[in-house]
């Protein structure tokens, strides 16, 4: 059986590379880091599994890999890159992977959530340019985090505020208890936090869920953090949000649109911090990442 690690960007390739041996009856190969959605047909040719770290794979691209029985995504956001439903009905199974980064993000979210409140991306930008930038700076011990969503990293994330000494809020679509959390309905979330952090899937009863009301209803100045997924925001009231103040700055790791088109707006505003979609990129996490892939390959192929 074949199968292609279709845009495996070198810290990955080394780490299935390294754990191929492991996949006996398996023939592994690699596509481009950059590789199109156009030339998946090509690199997948009489391939049986699919391994797809960030590539759109568009169902009318599915067509035209005849043979092809198996995705495996290296996430849990495969909606934002193709419809596993669709799939399905081509005979397609979508797999995905689950918990491999949960701390790596949830101190990413903590890192942005720091970075919102002290400016220390714009101190940066300002002494890089020769400017003695010091900025009036928020303190978090004995603030309010709130949850958006509760899963395995709002998890992780709620440990770590709590140990900052941060009032964590939560709420989640499902009924849920965790030690250190108050569960509260979204109303009163969004009206007493001084952080809201977006912990969401992403589905059509979730899309756009921070709608222009919501953030109307949220504490004037208060933080977001985002390293769910871009489309959970209504982006539009976001950045106007952003320019009246009602939002104190946004620290973001997900976009509607990724890679994040140059010149786009929230790159020209002071009270917004980037990041390029790296909140489960660590060396650890990559680890765990390519061995539950692996783990997916073995149960298809019946060497588990």
Known sequence: MRAVFVDANPALRAIAERLGPSLPGLALSFGHPGILPAALPEALAGA?????DHTAFPIEIARRCPGLTDVVFLG???RSY???EALAALGITVHIIKGYGDTAVAECTI???????RGFAAMDRGMRGGEWLRTEGAQLGGKTLGLVGFGGIAAEVARMAAGIGMKVLAWNRTPKAHDSVEFVAIERLLA????VSMHLLLNDETRGFLSCQRIAAMRRGAL???TARGALVDEAAMIEALRSGQLGHA????FEVEPLPAGHVLTTLANVTLSAHSGFRTPEANQRLIEAAFAHCRRITGAS
């Open 76 to 78: 849990t956001g495969a």
């Open 251 to 254: 620290a973001l790791d997900v």
């Open 82 to 84: 193709m419809d596993p």
């Open 48 to 52: 049986q599994i699919a391994v797809v």
């Open 111 to 117: 890192g942005l959530l720091f970075a919102a409140a």
């Open 224 to 226: 977001l953090v985002n």
């Open 192 to 195: 007493e936090s001084d952080a």
